[in-house]
């Protein structure tokens, strides 16, 4: 049952309940049978072990593991074994540390739940734990109560209930429980029902429970949390992919390999050994390690900018996105109701300033706008100090407006104090205060300015008071409608002075109409030049707001996310698609209004299924469902609920849009950074297979052991890695179009580059081992493999990896273009790996474990040190060749 679209009757007759006696025991354990406690459900969260089991499942650890098994089997040793599994162990550890810092969302939704309602039950009203009502029960709600479960109203008194959990919208919603409503009202409309865990700001009032618990709106955000499945990131399937193109490659060579040792008549456990040397070749295993590291170290980076990222994989996404789906109200907008517009009955004036600062001013003075502001701070319950705002955002605006005309509020109430009110309400839609002002009684009243026409006589211009008369109601109907069409929300005003009076109420007539005032939650002004950036990336910028159609179309024209001919598409109107026109429809609109959360979550999916990467950004309980759904969800730090901050993948910590559009950026650096090292240790691993079969199909041998390929894959590598992750980003990043999700990693670019320089650095090695192993070791045998010739390809392979590092660095500029030691990490770690080569060379035990225990002169290490150069040149003429 809805609730909205039924009368008072139908729904008490509905739940057999007498409004002035509420329902009777019995009837509340026939309903709490029926639909149970009053509560959020959460699912269960993910298990230490099954976040494990995630990692260990994953297509790269499994072959890093298999790798070590055959290892051990194959050379009857753990050592190489070992050292593989370390890496997968330390790989694991880093991300399940990070992943395990992530709460639940449906949790932080309980945390805003009442914990008391007042509800009337056997003809009593008594104080009951929440979590007891049902559905029938009727509950008395008042000023500073949080909403306990769905209501269809009964009874109302002036009041005002904040949805802005729900809706996204900053103004109270004013509540009438008479009137009747068409099914499928967007629920922003309902102006009967109130809603679990939303607050009432004034007044109070009476109503029927009509749903508890999981049934509820907040329930139904609820669900969608727990339905939302976490997918895998673009990153995260590029890596399997690759993975698994290395694990196919690696089988078919070492298959290949076997088959021809055997032609050759090599030894079939030589030919094992062989075997595991170019399976642990073929697999970068200091990749995953790498990409951990340097993502959790791009985390700490855009903390430093006011982004928190709560996942690693997040950090690459935001490289990937395609689209930003925004809410409206406190990211585009400063959520600060500020009066930007006066009409003084004859003109319409500027005012200029932002938010709730009294800096600003109003361009242009005439007796209108002094009785107008007088009229404006007076009429008013809202205060503003140093340490506070209090009040409805709309008064505090003029609290703000009236400051700007060097009117403060202590002053002005002190000056003309108030005597008497007849407050707001619904019915009237304006407010009245009586004051002393200059000896006399003055009646001020504020409100909705078809209303406040109804009970005006004269109006003012120019310090003179005329009769109304239809020319003049015109005037005011168009300066009216054209603040509306420009999203601001619009007040009257109007005075007189009053003698005696038995009832205020009685003396709203005959008023003297001064004007209007145009209120707006005005963009924030750093928004427009970063829409611009993300315009010029090739980012789709999409606002998806709760509030209404009219003032989402004028601020997307305004921010310019919607542009001349295009239309906003309304929740109404999201109703009466069908999906794949919805599918349709998400291609081409950039503003949505009027929306529930399922209509948030909906968007995104769509979004998500014409094949856009989206990230979402909201601060409510409303936005949290889509926030979850997106691929990167983004939270507000200072307005956001813990709610949204719980679903989201990253929080921003000023609450700005720029900051999106700057983690973007950082996004596609780090993504940028990726590719760079991924080129660099793939092309290391595919030069190491080509290497080893080559010089298998020539009969030489293989001219590394295991090993020393671990130690090249594992540590002489994964330095220079590291530096080429953190390496500055380069020019024109953001002028490009988006990552292209669907694009593998390794493209045609890298692709072409990984050839030249695995094939450059596989014949220098090729080389460097046969100087060493037949030349220098004269005599030796074809087909035999000597400690001199595996210490010649060892020297040659990671002198060319160290010094390759630096042509990396760029996958577009040379060496000759760039600043060549401008990266320190990178020389850093450089220097860094021939000091470990050096100990690996000379260092006793060490070097016996390597085979690297060998006496050889002066020139033959400048021979293979000299070798190591040809990788370098192999990575600038790929440069030439892409």
Not at 246 to 255: E, F, K, P, R, Y
Not at 398 to 425: C, G, H, M, W
Not at 596 to 625: C, F, R
């Amino acid at each position: 049952m809805n609730g909205y679209d039924k009368s008072i009757e139908e729904v008490l007759k509905t739940f057999n309940v007498d409004k002035s006696k509420g329902l009777s025991t019995e009837q509340v354990i026939e309903q709490r049978e029926k639909y149970g406690d009053n509560h959020l459900l959460e699912k269960g969260g993910e298990t230490l072990l099954h976040m494990i089991v995630g990692e260990l499942t994953q297509f790269l650890n499994i072959l890093l593991i298999s790798a070590a098994i055959i290892s051990i089997i194959a050379s009857g040793h753990f050592t190489d074994g070992l050292f593989i599994v370390s890496i997968v162990i330390l790989n694991i550890t880093l991300s399940v540390f990070q992943e395990r810092k992530a709460t639940s969302a449906v949790a932080a939704l309980k945390d805003m739940s009442a914990p008391s309602a007042k509800v009337l039950r056997n003809g009593q009203l008594e104080n009951i734990d929440s979590k007891k009502l049902v559905p029938g029960d009727i509950i008395q709600i008042e000023a500073g109560d949080y909403i306990p479960a769905d209501i269809r109203l009964i009874e109302t008194i002036n009041l005002k209930v904040d949805e802005s959990t729900l809706t996204g919208e900053s103004v109270p919603v004013d509540k009438d429980c008479r009137v009747m409503l068409k099914e499928q009202t967007p629920i922003g409309d309902r102006l009967n029902m109130g809603y679990m865990s939303t607050i009432v700001t004034y007044g109070r009032g009476f109503g029927v429970v009509s749903h508890t618990g999981m049934d509820t709106e907040i329930g139904n955000i609820a669900t969608l949390l727990n339905e939302v499945d976490d997918e895998m990131t673009p990153l995260q399937k590029k890596i399997d992919k690759l993975g698994k193109l290395l694990g196919t490659i690696s089988i078919v060579v070492v298959a290949l390999i076997f088959g021809v040792g055997l032609l050759w008549g090599f030894d079939i456990l030589d030919l094992f050994l062989i075997s595991v040397s170019l399976a642990v070749a073929a697999i970068p295993e200091g990749l995953p390690t790498v990409i951990t590291v340097v993502l959790a170290l791009g985390m700490r980076k855009m903390a430093k900018k006011n982004a928190i990222v709560k996942e690693l994989s997040a950090v690459e996404t935001l490289g990937s996105t395609t689209v930003i789906a925004s809410d409206k109200t406190g990211t585009l907008t400063q959520n600060k109701m500020v009066v930007t517009r006066i009409f003084d009955n004859v003109r319409m004036i500027e005012v200029t300033g932002t938010g709730y600062s009294f800096d600003g001013e109003i361009i242009g003075e005439n007796n209108n706008i002094e009785k107008l502001v007088q009229i404006g701070i007076l009429c008013n319950d809202s205060s503003i100090t140093k340490d506070s705002l209090i009040g409805d955002p709309t008064e505090l605006a003029l609290v703000t407006l009236a400051a700007k005309y060097k009117v403060l509020q202590p002053s002005a109430n002190k000056l003309f104090p108030r005597i008497d009110e007849f407050p707001f309400d619904s019915d009237r839609k304006l407010m009245s205060t009586l004051h002393t002002i200059d000896n006399k009684k003055h009646l001020l009243t504020k409100g909705a300015p078809d209303q406040l026409l109804k009970v005006c006589k004269y109006y003012l211009k120019d310090n003179e008071v005329l009769e109304i008369d239809e020319q003049f109601i015109k005037t005011v109907e168009l300066a009216n409608q054209g603040m509306a069409r420009n999203a601001l929300r619009v007040l009257g005003f109007a005075y007189k002075e009053v003698v005696e009076y038995d009832e205020l109420k009685d003396e709203e007539t005959n008023l003297i109409f001064t004007g209007l005032v145009g209120i707006i939650d005005p963009p924030r002004e750093e928004v427009k030049e970063a829409i611009k950036i993300c315009h010029k990336a090739g980012i789709r910028v999409v606002m998806i707001t709760g509030d209404h159609k009219i003032t989402a179309t004028a601020i997307g024209k305004e921010l310019g996310i919607l542009k001349d001919g295009q239309n906003a598409l309304s929740g109404e109107e999201i109703n009466n698609l069908s999906y794949p026109e919805l599918l349709d429809m998400v291609k081409i609109t950039n503003v949505f209004a009027r929306v529930s959360p399922n209509h948030k979550v909906m968007i995104v999916k769509a979004l998500q299924d014409t094949g856009e990467i989206s990230s979402m950004t909201g601060d409510g309980v409303n936005d949290a469902p889509a926030l979850k759904q997106a691929n990167i969800g983004v939270a507000m730090g200072i307005t956001g609920t813990d709610v949204s901050k719980e679903a989201a993948n990253m929080v921003l910590m000023d609450d700005n849009f720029t900051t999106i559009v700057e983690a973007v950026e950082e996004g596609r650096v780090i993504f940028s950074n990726i590719r760079k090292f991924v080129g660099y240790l793939v092309s290391c691993n595919v030069g190491e297979v080509l290497l080893i079969f080559t010089a298998m199909l020539m009969g030489m041998g293989s001219p590394l052991i295991p090993i020393q390929i671990l130690w090249i894959n594992l540590v002489t590598d994964s330095f220079p890695a590291f530096a080429l992750g953190l390496e500055k980003k380069e020019e024109g990043i953001m002028d490009k179009p988006p990552i292209d999700p669907k694009a593998n990693i390794v493209d045609k670019k890298m692709g072409i580059a990984i050839g030249f320089q695995s094939v450059f650095l596989a014949a220098a090695v090729l080389l460097s081992f046969y100087i060493g192993n037949f030349v220098v070791s004269a005599g030796t045998a074809f087909g035999t493999v000597t400690d001199i010739g595996t210490t010649f390809a060892f020297i040659t392979i990671i002198t060319g990896e160290l010094l390759r590092t630096y042509s990396a660095r760029s996958e577009h500029l040379t060496i000759f273009k760039m600043k060549l030691f401008e990266n320190k990490l990178v020389n850093y770690s450089t220097l860094f790996g021939i000091v470990l080569l050096a100990i690996v060379l000379f260092v006793p035990g060490v070097n016996t474990l390597f085979h690297t225990d060998v006496n050889l002169e002066p020139i033959h290490y400048l021979i293979a040190f000299g070798l190591g150069f040809i990788p370098l040149f192999g990575g600038e003429l790929a440069k030439i060749f892409k």
